[in-house]
């Protein structure tokens, strides 16, 4: 093995290491769900089979790619560094992101997130003012039932009256 190609193949060899590592690590979870239900080692399982199929895929790339450098072309300047013209909206959507975070506790996934991903449409220049709250709602329910019923997380339902409509959203979207 030339020593071009083991500087191509080591990083894949270690990145290979490192997942079969991890999928063991999560093979020694505590599982307290019966057999039926995924446990909290599925999604880092999954991770760790595509970590290991994204390395061995480059491993095999990188063992039978030729040494022979290729070409680069020159790249434009403004390709690889644009100037930034509104600056000041990546901090009011650092802002947002805090208030979001904030506010879920009080008004519940759901709601926090309908507001947030309002605020951030809003925020990145959405023109159609008409499918802004249709956006954001859309947003929401697929985001509460990728976490619901898809990653098993158990989301914050607010307090009070938000508590109500968490609860009307989740029957809504099939949750139980």
């Not at 991890?22 to 599925?42: E, K, V």
């Not at 022979?68 to 947002?96: C, K």
């Not at 449409?121 to 329910?141: D, E, H, K, S, V």
């Not at 339902?157 to 109500?164: I, K």
Request: proline share 7%; charged share 10%; net charge neutral.
């Amino acid at each position: 093995m030339s020593t071009s190609m083991l500087k191509r193949v080591i990083p894949y060899l270690i990145t290979l290491a490192l997942a079969v590592f991890l999928y063991m690590q999560a093979d020694r979870f505590p599982i307290l769900t019966s057999s039926r239900m995924p446990g909290p080692d599925l999604w880092p399982k999954m991770i760790c089979v595509l970590l290991a199929a994204v390395s061995l895929i480059g491993l095999v790339g990188a063992a039978f790619a030729s040494g022979e450098a290729q070409e680069v072309e020159p790249v434009d300047e403004a390709l690889v560094s644009p100037p930034e013209t509104h600056p000041y909206l990546v901090w009011i959507g650092v802002a947002a992101t805090g208030v979001y975070v904030a506010s879920m506790p009080y008004l519940g996934f759901f709601i926090a997130t309908v507001l947030f991903a309002g605020a951030l449409l809003l925020i990145g220049g959405m023109r159609r003012w008409a499918w802004l709250p249709w956006t954001a709602l859309a947003l929401a329910g697929v985001f509460t039932l990728i976490f619901m019923k898809v990653v098993y997380v158990s989301l914050p339902l607010g307090v009070g009256p938000f508590m109500q409509v968490s609860l009307l959203v989740f029957k809504l979207l099939g949750i139980h």
